[in-house]
Protein backbone atom coordinates (compact mmCIF):
# COMPACT_ATOMS: atom_id res chain seq x y z
CA UNK A 1 0.00 0.00 0.00
CA UNK A 2 1.22 3.46 -1.18
CA UNK A 3 0.67 5.55 1.60
CA UNK A 4 1.65 8.70 -0.45
CA UNK A 5 -1.55 8.20 -2.81
CA UNK A 6 -3.90 8.97 -0.10
CA UNK A 7 -5.99 12.09 -0.82
CA UNK A 8 -6.84 14.40 1.95
CA UNK A 9 -9.68 16.21 0.89
CA UNK A 10 -12.66 18.93 2.35
CA UNK A 11 -15.57 20.52 0.54
CA UNK A 12 -18.05 23.05 1.44
CA UNK A 13 -21.05 25.14 -0.14
CA UNK A 14 -21.44 28.52 -0.27
CA UNK A 15 -23.46 31.11 -1.29
CA UNK A 16 -22.72 34.09 -3.83
CA UNK A 17 -23.31 37.24 -1.38
CA UNK A 18 -24.94 40.64 -3.26
CA UNK A 19 -21.55 42.31 -2.15
CA UNK A 20 -19.29 39.41 -3.82
CA UNK A 21 -21.14 40.63 -7.45
CA UNK A 22 -19.87 43.42 -9.90
CA UNK A 23 -21.70 45.32 -11.63
CA UNK A 24 -22.52 42.85 -14.31
CA UNK A 25 -24.20 40.50 -11.59
CA UNK A 26 -21.42 37.99 -11.52
CA UNK A 27 -18.81 36.93 -9.27
CA UNK A 28 -15.76 39.68 -9.19
CA UNK A 29 -12.51 37.61 -9.70
CA UNK A 30 -11.13 39.15 -6.08
CA UNK A 31 -13.85 36.88 -4.19
CA UNK A 32 -12.49 33.97 -4.87
CA UNK A 33 -9.02 33.86 -2.88
CA UNK A 34 -11.80 34.66 0.25
CA UNK A 35 -13.46 31.27 -1.38
CA UNK A 36 -10.28 29.84 -0.88
CA UNK A 37 -9.38 30.76 2.00
CA UNK A 38 -13.02 29.75 3.63
CA UNK A 39 -11.69 26.24 1.79
CA UNK A 40 -8.28 26.07 3.59
CA UNK A 41 -10.11 27.01 6.63
CA UNK A 42 -13.31 24.14 6.65
CA UNK A 43 -10.13 21.92 5.76
CA UNK A 44 -8.07 22.43 8.76
CA UNK A 45 -10.62 22.14 10.79
CA UNK A 46 -11.60 18.36 9.15
CA UNK A 47 -7.96 17.69 9.13
CA UNK A 48 -6.62 19.68 12.20
CA UNK A 49 -4.17 21.96 10.89
CA UNK A 50 -5.88 25.30 11.48
CA UNK A 51 -3.46 28.46 11.62
CA UNK A 52 -4.24 28.53 15.65
CA UNK A 53 -2.63 25.54 16.20
CA UNK A 54 0.43 26.37 13.53
CA UNK A 55 0.88 29.54 15.63
CA UNK A 56 1.18 27.46 18.85
CA UNK A 57 4.24 25.11 17.20
CA UNK A 58 5.76 28.39 16.81
CA UNK A 59 4.57 29.07 13.08
CA UNK A 60 3.35 30.93 10.45
CA UNK A 61 2.31 30.05 7.39
CA UNK A 62 1.49 32.51 5.03
CA UNK A 63 0.04 31.98 1.03
CA UNK A 64 3.07 32.84 -1.55
CA UNK A 65 1.75 31.77 -4.57
CA UNK A 66 -1.69 31.77 -5.82
CA UNK A 67 -3.51 30.93 -8.76
CA UNK A 68 -6.70 31.36 -10.14
CA UNK A 69 -8.58 30.02 -13.13
CA UNK A 70 -11.71 31.06 -14.11
CA UNK A 71 -13.86 29.16 -16.36
CA UNK A 72 -17.69 30.20 -15.81
CA UNK A 73 -19.47 32.69 -14.24
CA UNK A 74 -21.33 32.72 -10.90
CA UNK A 75 -24.08 34.71 -10.05
CA UNK A 76 -25.85 35.99 -7.56
CA UNK A 77 -28.35 33.47 -6.13
CA UNK A 78 -26.14 31.05 -7.08
CA UNK A 79 -25.00 27.88 -4.72
CA UNK A 80 -21.00 27.14 -5.08
CA UNK A 81 -19.56 24.33 -3.93
CA UNK A 82 -15.54 24.42 -3.42
CA UNK A 83 -13.37 21.44 -3.18
CA UNK A 84 -10.10 21.72 -2.06
CA UNK A 85 -7.78 18.75 -1.83
CA UNK A 86 -3.80 18.86 -0.59
CA UNK A 87 -0.96 17.93 -3.05
CA UNK A 88 0.96 16.50 -1.19
CA UNK A 89 4.88 17.25 -1.33
CA UNK A 90 8.66 16.94 0.38
CA UNK A 91 9.25 20.48 0.29
CA UNK A 92 8.49 22.50 3.70
CA UNK A 93 5.40 23.67 1.81
CA UNK A 94 1.47 23.47 1.57
CA UNK A 95 0.06 22.89 -1.74
CA UNK A 96 -3.79 23.15 -1.96
CA UNK A 97 -5.49 22.63 -5.60
CA UNK A 98 -8.92 24.04 -5.48
CA UNK A 99 -12.02 23.38 -7.82
CA UNK A 100 -15.40 25.32 -7.81
CA UNK A 101 -18.43 24.02 -9.17
CA UNK A 102 -22.00 25.44 -9.82
CA UNK A 103 -24.00 23.08 -7.06
CA UNK A 104 -26.89 23.49 -9.07
CA UNK A 105 -25.59 22.71 -12.72
CA UNK A 106 -22.83 20.48 -11.62
CA UNK A 107 -20.22 22.55 -14.09
CA UNK A 108 -16.53 23.32 -13.28
CA UNK A 109 -16.94 26.85 -12.74
CA UNK A 110 -13.21 27.68 -11.24
CA UNK A 111 -10.26 25.93 -10.35
CA UNK A 112 -6.77 27.57 -8.40
CA UNK A 113 -4.02 26.53 -6.41
CA UNK A 114 -1.67 27.92 -3.57
CA UNK A 115 1.37 27.59 -1.89
CA UNK A 116 2.26 27.98 1.35
CA UNK A 117 5.96 28.17 3.25
CA UNK A 118 7.02 28.72 6.76
CA UNK A 119 7.76 31.09 8.70
CA UNK A 120 9.03 31.00 12.46
CA UNK A 121 8.13 34.12 14.93
CA UNK A 122 10.83 36.60 13.61
CA UNK A 123 9.67 35.98 9.82
CA UNK A 124 12.22 33.65 8.56
CA UNK A 125 11.58 31.42 6.14
CA UNK A 126 11.91 27.82 7.64
CA UNK A 127 13.65 25.83 4.70
CA UNK A 128 13.32 22.07 6.21
CA UNK A 129 9.67 20.71 7.17
CA UNK A 130 8.45 21.63 10.93
CA UNK A 131 8.26 18.51 12.93
CA UNK A 132 4.98 19.53 14.30
CA UNK A 133 3.88 19.09 10.26
CA UNK A 134 6.19 15.91 10.07
CA UNK A 135 3.88 14.57 12.73
CA UNK A 136 0.57 15.61 10.97
CA UNK A 137 1.73 14.27 7.43
CA UNK A 138 2.42 10.62 9.01
CA UNK A 139 -1.30 10.91 11.51
CA UNK A 140 -2.88 11.56 8.37
CA UNK A 141 -0.91 9.01 6.80
CA UNK A 142 1.10 10.92 4.26
CA UNK A 143 4.20 10.29 3.38
CA UNK A 144 7.26 12.98 2.64
CA UNK B 1 11.20 49.73 -36.60
CA UNK B 2 9.02 47.25 -34.22
CA UNK B 3 6.39 48.72 -32.87
CA UNK B 4 5.36 45.63 -30.93
CA UNK B 5 8.20 46.28 -29.03
CA UNK B 6 6.77 49.17 -27.33
CA UNK B 7 5.97 49.12 -23.60
CA UNK B 8 3.26 50.62 -22.18
CA UNK B 9 3.15 51.10 -18.53
CA UNK B 10 1.97 52.95 -15.65
CA UNK B 11 2.95 52.88 -11.76
CA UNK B 12 1.37 54.38 -8.62
CA UNK B 13 2.51 54.57 -4.90
CA UNK B 14 -0.01 53.35 -2.09
CA UNK B 15 0.04 53.23 1.62
CA UNK B 16 -0.31 49.49 3.08
CA UNK B 17 -3.80 50.29 5.26
CA UNK B 18 -4.26 48.98 8.84
CA UNK B 19 -7.31 46.62 6.91
CA UNK B 20 -5.13 45.42 4.72
CA UNK B 21 -2.53 43.39 7.14
CA UNK B 22 -3.43 40.40 8.91
CA UNK B 23 -2.62 38.85 12.92
CA UNK B 24 1.46 38.93 11.90
CA UNK B 25 1.26 42.53 11.20
CA UNK B 26 2.14 41.97 7.52
CA UNK B 27 -0.47 42.33 4.22
CA UNK B 28 -2.63 39.27 3.56
CA UNK B 29 -2.51 38.13 0.38
CA UNK B 30 -6.10 38.97 -0.48
CA UNK B 31 -5.11 42.32 -0.91
CA UNK B 32 -3.00 42.04 -3.82
CA UNK B 33 -5.75 41.44 -6.32
CA UNK B 34 -7.01 44.96 -5.12
CA UNK B 35 -3.96 46.58 -5.34
CA UNK B 36 -3.82 44.72 -8.76
CA UNK B 37 -7.19 46.54 -8.87
CA UNK B 38 -5.91 50.14 -8.74
CA UNK B 39 -3.02 49.62 -11.19
CA UNK B 40 -5.19 48.66 -13.85
CA UNK B 41 -7.31 51.28 -13.19
CA UNK B 42 -4.27 54.17 -13.48
CA UNK B 43 -3.10 52.39 -16.44
CA UNK B 44 -6.75 52.66 -18.10
CA UNK B 45 -6.49 56.42 -16.75
CA UNK B 46 -3.36 56.83 -18.66
CA UNK B 47 -3.85 55.42 -21.82
CA UNK B 48 -7.49 55.92 -21.76
CA UNK B 49 -8.31 51.74 -21.43
CA UNK B 50 -11.47 52.15 -18.85
CA UNK B 51 -13.97 49.89 -18.00
CA UNK B 52 -16.19 52.12 -18.71
CA UNK B 53 -15.32 53.10 -21.98
CA UNK B 54 -14.96 49.46 -22.54
CA UNK B 55 -19.12 48.96 -21.36
CA UNK B 56 -19.44 51.70 -24.20
CA UNK B 57 -18.29 49.84 -26.46
CA UNK B 58 -20.76 46.86 -25.57
CA UNK B 59 -17.78 45.14 -23.90
CA UNK B 60 -16.86 43.75 -20.18
CA UNK B 61 -13.47 42.17 -19.80
CA UNK B 62 -13.22 40.18 -16.91
CA UNK B 63 -10.24 38.92 -15.19
CA UNK B 64 -10.16 34.89 -16.04
CA UNK B 65 -6.43 34.13 -14.58
CA UNK B 66 -4.58 35.29 -11.43
CA UNK B 67 -1.62 35.27 -10.51
CA UNK B 68 0.31 36.08 -7.96
CA UNK B 69 3.97 35.50 -6.80
CA UNK B 70 4.95 37.05 -2.80
CA UNK B 71 9.10 37.31 -2.02
CA UNK B 72 8.91 39.62 0.92
CA UNK B 73 6.11 40.82 3.37
CA UNK B 74 4.95 44.59 3.06
CA UNK B 75 4.13 45.95 6.39
CA UNK B 76 1.65 48.05 8.28
CA UNK B 77 3.09 51.92 7.75
CA UNK B 78 5.23 50.65 3.99
CA UNK B 79 4.75 52.52 1.00
CA UNK B 80 4.52 50.13 -2.02
CA UNK B 81 5.02 51.07 -5.53
CA UNK B 82 3.42 49.29 -8.43
CA UNK B 83 4.30 49.10 -11.92
CA UNK B 84 1.86 47.39 -14.28
CA UNK B 85 3.02 46.41 -17.94
CA UNK B 86 0.80 45.59 -20.79
CA UNK B 87 1.59 41.79 -22.77
CA UNK B 88 0.91 42.67 -26.36
CA UNK B 89 -0.71 39.50 -27.69
CA UNK B 90 -2.30 38.55 -30.87
CA UNK B 91 -5.09 36.87 -29.00
CA UNK B 92 -8.25 38.68 -27.49
CA UNK B 93 -7.19 38.92 -24.44
CA UNK B 94 -5.56 41.67 -22.00
CA UNK B 95 -2.52 40.32 -20.44
CA UNK B 96 -0.66 42.51 -17.38
CA UNK B 97 2.25 42.15 -15.38
CA UNK B 98 2.70 43.46 -12.21
CA UNK B 99 5.54 43.99 -10.05
CA UNK B 100 5.66 45.49 -6.60
CA UNK B 101 8.63 47.39 -4.45
CA UNK B 102 8.82 48.56 -1.16
CA UNK B 103 9.27 52.38 -2.02
CA UNK B 104 11.92 52.79 1.00
CA UNK B 105 14.00 49.80 0.02
CA UNK B 106 13.70 49.55 -3.39
CA UNK B 107 12.92 45.86 -3.33
CA UNK B 108 10.46 43.88 -5.43
CA UNK B 109 8.23 42.03 -2.81
CA UNK B 110 5.55 40.67 -5.38
CA UNK B 111 4.89 39.89 -8.71
CA UNK B 112 1.95 39.02 -10.95
CA UNK B 113 -0.29 38.66 -13.83
CA UNK B 114 -3.47 38.70 -15.05
CA UNK B 115 -5.47 37.61 -18.02
CA UNK B 116 -8.84 39.55 -19.38
CA UNK B 117 -10.90 38.10 -22.16
CA UNK B 118 -14.25 40.05 -23.56
CA UNK B 119 -17.08 39.01 -22.96
CA UNK B 120 -20.07 41.09 -25.02
CA UNK B 121 -23.24 42.01 -23.22
CA UNK B 122 -25.05 38.55 -23.65
CA UNK B 123 -22.42 37.35 -21.78
CA UNK B 124 -20.52 35.46 -24.58
CA UNK B 125 -17.32 34.59 -24.92
CA UNK B 126 -15.47 36.69 -27.52
CA UNK B 127 -13.23 35.06 -30.08
CA UNK B 128 -12.34 37.87 -32.07
CA UNK B 129 -10.53 41.22 -31.19
CA UNK B 130 -12.83 43.69 -31.10
CA UNK B 131 -12.74 46.35 -33.09
CA UNK B 132 -12.30 49.19 -30.25
CA UNK B 133 -9.20 47.53 -29.14
CA UNK B 134 -7.38 47.13 -32.18
CA UNK B 135 -8.20 50.38 -32.59
CA UNK B 136 -7.27 51.05 -28.97
CA UNK B 137 -3.82 49.18 -29.91
CA UNK B 138 -2.94 51.60 -33.29
CA UNK B 139 -3.33 54.78 -31.29
CA UNK B 140 -1.01 53.37 -28.60
CA UNK B 141 1.44 52.06 -31.08
CA UNK B 142 0.92 48.30 -30.63
CA UNK B 143 1.00 45.82 -33.48
CA UNK B 144 -1.23 43.28 -33.36
CA UNK C 1 -54.24 38.97 19.24
CA UNK C 2 -51.75 41.96 18.02
CA UNK C 3 -49.88 40.66 14.82
CA UNK C 4 -48.00 43.82 14.60
CA UNK C 5 -46.34 42.30 18.02
CA UNK C 6 -45.22 39.04 16.18
CA UNK C 7 -41.09 39.26 15.82
CA UNK C 8 -39.50 38.06 12.61
CA UNK C 9 -35.81 36.81 14.15
CA UNK C 10 -33.43 34.71 12.08
CA UNK C 11 -30.16 33.70 13.02
CA UNK C 12 -26.92 32.04 11.47
CA UNK C 13 -23.44 30.89 13.37
CA UNK C 14 -20.34 31.49 11.49
CA UNK C 15 -16.65 31.21 12.53
CA UNK C 16 -14.06 34.28 12.20
CA UNK C 17 -11.74 34.63 9.19
CA UNK C 18 -8.35 35.09 9.26
CA UNK C 19 -8.85 37.33 7.17
CA UNK C 20 -11.23 39.27 9.26
CA UNK C 21 -8.46 39.96 12.37
CA UNK C 22 -6.49 43.06 12.04
CA UNK C 23 -2.79 43.02 13.81
CA UNK C 24 -4.02 42.95 16.99
CA UNK C 25 -5.53 39.60 15.99
CA UNK C 26 -9.20 40.82 16.89
CA UNK C 27 -12.02 41.09 13.69
CA UNK C 28 -11.29 44.25 12.36
CA UNK C 29 -14.16 46.49 12.43
CA UNK C 30 -14.82 46.50 8.64
CA UNK C 31 -16.12 42.76 8.88
CA UNK C 32 -19.17 43.53 10.81
CA UNK C 33 -21.00 44.87 7.88
CA UNK C 34 -20.27 41.58 6.24
CA UNK C 35 -21.55 39.45 9.19
CA UNK C 36 -24.65 42.07 8.86
CA UNK C 37 -24.98 40.78 5.19
CA UNK C 38 -25.00 37.86 6.22
CA UNK C 39 -27.15 37.81 8.28
CA UNK C 40 -29.86 39.58 6.28
CA UNK C 41 -29.12 36.79 3.37
CA UNK C 42 -30.16 34.07 5.74
CA UNK C 43 -33.13 36.42 6.77
CA UNK C 44 -34.17 36.40 2.83
CA UNK C 45 -33.97 33.17 2.63
CA UNK C 46 -36.30 31.98 5.87
CA UNK C 47 -38.79 34.48 4.92
CA UNK C 48 -38.60 34.86 1.04
CA UNK C 49 -37.47 38.25 1.07
CA UNK C 50 -34.59 37.83 -1.20
CA UNK C 51 -32.56 41.05 -3.70
CA UNK C 52 -33.51 38.57 -6.66
CA UNK C 53 -36.87 38.48 -5.60
CA UNK C 54 -37.20 42.77 -5.19
CA UNK C 55 -35.18 43.47 -8.17
CA UNK C 56 -37.85 40.69 -10.29
CA UNK C 57 -40.71 42.95 -8.53
CA UNK C 58 -38.43 46.05 -10.06
CA UNK C 59 -37.31 47.45 -6.80
CA UNK C 60 -33.57 47.73 -5.47
CA UNK C 61 -33.20 47.83 -1.82
CA UNK C 62 -29.80 49.36 -0.52
CA UNK C 63 -28.82 50.14 2.67
CA UNK C 64 -28.71 53.86 3.70
CA UNK C 65 -27.89 54.06 7.15
CA UNK C 66 -25.85 51.70 9.42
CA UNK C 67 -24.78 51.24 12.67
CA UNK C 68 -22.67 48.96 14.51
CA UNK C 69 -21.71 49.31 18.61
CA UNK C 70 -19.07 47.44 19.71
CA UNK C 71 -18.92 45.43 23.14
CA UNK C 72 -16.08 43.11 23.23
CA UNK C 73 -13.86 41.75 20.67
CA UNK C 74 -13.75 37.97 18.53
CA UNK C 75 -10.69 36.68 18.45
CA UNK C 76 -9.58 34.32 15.22
CA UNK C 77 -10.96 30.70 16.28
CA UNK C 78 -14.21 32.38 17.88
CA UNK C 79 -17.48 31.04 16.52
CA UNK C 80 -20.17 33.95 16.73
CA UNK C 81 -23.47 33.62 16.49
CA UNK C 82 -25.80 36.47 14.86
CA UNK C 83 -29.14 37.40 15.60
CA UNK C 84 -31.32 39.83 12.87
CA UNK C 85 -34.42 40.99 13.81
CA UNK C 86 -37.04 43.06 11.40
CA UNK C 87 -38.21 46.43 13.09
CA UNK C 88 -41.62 46.77 11.56
CA UNK C 89 -41.99 50.60 10.02
CA UNK C 90 -45.53 51.78 8.48
CA UNK C 91 -42.45 54.12 6.29
CA UNK C 92 -41.15 51.96 3.06
CA UNK C 93 -38.10 51.23 4.57
CA UNK C 94 -36.63 47.71 6.07
CA UNK C 95 -35.24 47.92 9.37
CA UNK C 96 -32.92 45.54 10.63
CA UNK C 97 -31.54 45.10 14.41
CA UNK C 98 -28.35 42.55 14.84
CA UNK C 99 -26.60 40.91 17.82
CA UNK C 100 -23.76 39.57 17.63
CA UNK C 101 -22.62 36.83 20.43
CA UNK C 102 -19.37 34.79 20.99
CA UNK C 103 -20.67 30.85 20.84
CA UNK C 104 -18.78 29.97 23.38
CA UNK C 105 -19.03 32.29 26.13
CA UNK C 106 -22.53 33.61 25.48
CA UNK C 107 -21.91 37.28 25.60
CA UNK C 108 -23.07 39.77 23.44
CA UNK C 109 -20.24 41.22 21.35
CA UNK C 110 -21.54 43.97 19.37
CA UNK C 111 -24.97 44.97 17.83
CA UNK C 112 -26.22 47.05 15.32
CA UNK C 113 -28.91 48.30 13.01
CA UNK C 114 -29.61 49.05 9.12
CA UNK C 115 -31.99 50.97 7.27
CA UNK C 116 -32.80 50.13 3.84
CA UNK C 117 -34.77 51.99 1.55
CA UNK C 118 -36.40 51.18 -2.29
CA UNK C 119 -35.36 52.67 -5.10
CA UNK C 120 -37.09 51.62 -8.78
CA UNK C 121 -35.15 51.03 -11.42
CA UNK C 122 -33.90 53.84 -12.51
CA UNK C 123 -33.19 54.96 -8.98
CA UNK C 124 -35.47 56.81 -8.27
CA UNK C 125 -36.94 56.87 -4.15
CA UNK C 126 -39.95 55.34 -3.48
CA UNK C 127 -41.87 57.24 -0.99
CA UNK C 128 -44.83 54.46 -0.22
CA UNK C 129 -44.59 51.13 0.31
CA UNK C 130 -44.15 48.92 -2.88
CA UNK C 131 -46.84 47.07 -3.27
CA UNK C 132 -44.73 43.44 -3.21
CA UNK C 133 -43.29 44.03 0.08
CA UNK C 134 -47.11 45.03 1.89
CA UNK C 135 -48.31 41.61 0.47
CA UNK C 136 -44.88 40.41 2.47
CA UNK C 137 -45.67 41.93 5.59
CA UNK C 138 -49.61 40.29 5.24
CA UNK C 139 -48.25 36.99 4.56
CA UNK C 140 -45.62 37.20 7.34
CA UNK C 141 -48.37 38.46 9.84
CA UNK C 142 -47.28 41.95 10.26
CA UNK C 143 -49.74 44.27 9.87
CA UNK C 144 -48.44 48.50 8.38
CA UNK D 1 -9.16 82.97 22.63
CA UNK D 2 -10.27 78.98 22.69
CA UNK D 3 -7.81 77.20 21.92
CA UNK D 4 -11.26 74.29 21.97
CA UNK D 5 -12.53 75.96 18.89
CA UNK D 6 -9.46 74.88 16.87
CA UNK D 7 -10.76 72.35 13.93
CA UNK D 8 -8.53 69.88 12.99
CA UNK D 9 -9.33 68.18 9.50
CA UNK D 10 -8.25 66.28 6.83
CA UNK D 11 -9.48 65.57 3.67
CA UNK D 12 -8.66 63.31 0.34
CA UNK D 13 -10.15 62.71 -3.05
CA UNK D 14 -10.90 59.20 -4.13
CA UNK D 15 -11.88 56.82 -7.48
CA UNK D 16 -14.54 55.16 -7.23
CA UNK D 17 -13.11 51.40 -7.62
CA UNK D 18 -15.06 48.81 -9.63
CA UNK D 19 -15.09 46.18 -7.15
CA UNK D 20 -16.61 49.02 -4.68
CA UNK D 21 -19.71 49.47 -6.80
CA UNK D 22 -22.74 46.40 -7.01
CA UNK D 23 -25.05 44.92 -9.89
CA UNK D 24 -26.80 48.02 -9.50
CA UNK D 25 -23.26 49.93 -10.31
CA UNK D 26 -23.42 51.79 -7.35
CA UNK D 27 -20.82 51.61 -4.62
CA UNK D 28 -21.74 49.25 -2.05
CA UNK D 29 -22.11 50.58 1.60
CA UNK D 30 -19.71 48.39 3.01
CA UNK D 31 -17.10 50.50 1.09
CA UNK D 32 -17.49 53.30 3.48
CA UNK D 33 -16.02 52.08 6.15
CA UNK D 34 -13.15 51.87 3.94
CA UNK D 35 -13.24 55.16 2.75
CA UNK D 36 -13.87 56.15 6.62
CA UNK D 37 -10.50 54.30 6.86
CA UNK D 38 -8.01 56.31 4.29
CA UNK D 39 -9.44 58.98 5.66
CA UNK D 40 -8.34 58.37 9.17
CA UNK D 41 -4.91 57.20 8.05
CA UNK D 42 -4.47 60.82 6.14
CA UNK D 43 -5.37 62.48 9.27
CA UNK D 44 -2.79 60.33 11.24
CA UNK D 45 -0.36 61.51 8.92
CA UNK D 46 -1.19 65.03 8.56
CA UNK D 47 -1.68 65.24 12.63
CA UNK D 48 1.15 62.30 13.27
CA UNK D 49 -1.37 60.29 15.13
CA UNK D 50 -0.99 56.86 13.31
CA UNK D 51 -1.61 53.62 14.96
CA UNK D 52 1.90 52.67 14.70
CA UNK D 53 3.28 55.93 17.12
CA UNK D 54 -0.36 54.57 19.35
CA UNK D 55 1.03 51.19 19.12
CA UNK D 56 4.85 52.34 20.13
CA UNK D 57 3.27 54.10 23.43
CA UNK D 58 1.19 51.01 24.29
CA UNK D 59 -1.82 51.81 23.11
CA UNK D 60 -4.44 50.24 20.37
CA UNK D 61 -7.59 52.11 19.40
CA UNK D 62 -10.20 50.01 18.11
CA UNK D 63 -13.33 51.59 16.70
CA UNK D 64 -16.15 50.55 19.07
CA UNK D 65 -18.93 52.35 17.08
CA UNK D 66 -20.09 53.10 13.54
CA UNK D 67 -22.49 55.50 11.89
CA UNK D 68 -23.15 55.41 8.45
CA UNK D 69 -25.84 57.56 6.43
CA UNK D 70 -26.04 57.53 1.98
CA UNK D 71 -27.52 60.51 0.72
CA UNK D 72 -27.04 60.13 -2.54
CA UNK D 73 -25.37 57.13 -5.09
CA UNK D 74 -21.73 57.39 -6.08
CA UNK D 75 -21.08 55.77 -9.23
CA UNK D 76 -18.03 53.76 -10.78
CA UNK D 77 -16.08 56.76 -12.69
CA UNK D 78 -17.23 58.95 -9.96
CA UNK D 79 -14.36 60.92 -7.83
CA UNK D 80 -14.99 61.38 -4.31
CA UNK D 81 -14.09 63.84 -1.65
CA UNK D 82 -13.80 62.84 1.70
CA UNK D 83 -13.74 65.29 4.85
CA UNK D 84 -12.39 64.03 8.37
CA UNK D 85 -13.04 66.46 11.59
CA UNK D 86 -11.84 65.36 15.08
CA UNK D 87 -14.66 66.20 17.10
CA UNK D 88 -12.91 66.86 20.38
CA UNK D 89 -14.17 65.37 23.86
CA UNK D 90 -12.84 65.45 27.51
CA UNK D 91 -13.24 61.14 27.34
CA UNK D 92 -10.91 58.82 26.73
CA UNK D 93 -11.88 58.63 22.73
CA UNK D 94 -11.21 59.73 19.92
CA UNK D 95 -14.59 60.70 17.97
CA UNK D 96 -14.50 61.34 13.84
CA UNK D 97 -17.18 62.80 11.51
CA UNK D 98 -16.77 62.33 7.97
CA UNK D 99 -18.44 64.19 4.52
CA UNK D 100 -17.75 62.29 1.39
CA UNK D 101 -18.95 64.56 -1.32
CA UNK D 102 -19.18 63.63 -5.21
CA UNK D 103 -16.27 65.96 -6.73
CA UNK D 104 -17.68 66.70 -9.64
CA UNK D 105 -20.94 67.79 -8.44
CA UNK D 106 -19.82 69.25 -5.36
CA UNK D 107 -23.56 67.27 -3.49
CA UNK D 108 -22.79 65.87 0.07
CA UNK D 109 -23.31 61.86 -1.20
CA UNK D 110 -22.82 60.59 2.72
CA UNK D 111 -21.87 61.42 6.14
CA UNK D 112 -20.68 59.10 9.15
CA UNK D 113 -19.20 59.17 12.33
CA UNK D 114 -16.53 56.66 14.39
CA UNK D 115 -15.70 56.05 17.96
CA UNK D 116 -12.49 55.06 18.94
CA UNK D 117 -11.66 54.19 22.67
CA UNK D 118 -8.22 53.08 23.83
CA UNK D 119 -7.50 49.55 24.81
CA UNK D 120 -3.54 48.35 26.58
CA UNK D 121 -1.71 45.63 25.29
CA UNK D 122 -3.55 43.35 26.85
CA UNK D 123 -6.62 44.66 26.03
CA UNK D 124 -8.00 46.41 28.99
CA UNK D 125 -10.28 49.48 28.11
CA UNK D 126 -7.92 52.27 29.12
CA UNK D 127 -10.52 54.96 31.17
CA UNK D 128 -8.51 57.91 31.60
CA UNK D 129 -7.25 59.78 28.65
CA UNK D 130 -3.07 57.93 27.95
CA UNK D 131 -0.63 60.90 28.28
CA UNK D 132 0.71 60.27 24.76
CA UNK D 133 -3.02 61.49 23.91
CA UNK D 134 -3.11 64.85 25.80
CA UNK D 135 0.27 65.92 24.84
CA UNK D 136 -0.82 64.98 21.05
CA UNK D 137 -3.92 67.50 21.76
CA UNK D 138 -1.94 70.38 23.77
CA UNK D 139 0.84 70.67 20.78
CA UNK D 140 -2.18 70.48 18.45
CA UNK D 141 -3.98 73.56 20.13
CA UNK D 142 -6.46 71.16 21.35
CA UNK D 143 -8.04 71.62 25.10
CA UNK D 144 -9.23 68.51 26.59
Redesign the interface.
Known amino acids: MNESKKILRAEREF ?1 V ?3 E ?6 V ?3 S ?3 YF ?2 AR ?1 EFGRIYHL ?3 HMFEMGF ?1 A ?10 K ?1 LK ?2 DTGRIVITLQNTDAAKILFNYEIYNKETGELVATGSSTQVFLDTE ?1 NLVWTMPEFFMEWKRMNGLEG
Chains 1, 2, 3, 4 share one sequence.
Open positions: SRFSVDSMGIWHGYPLEDEEYMYPLVDLQFHFKPYGY
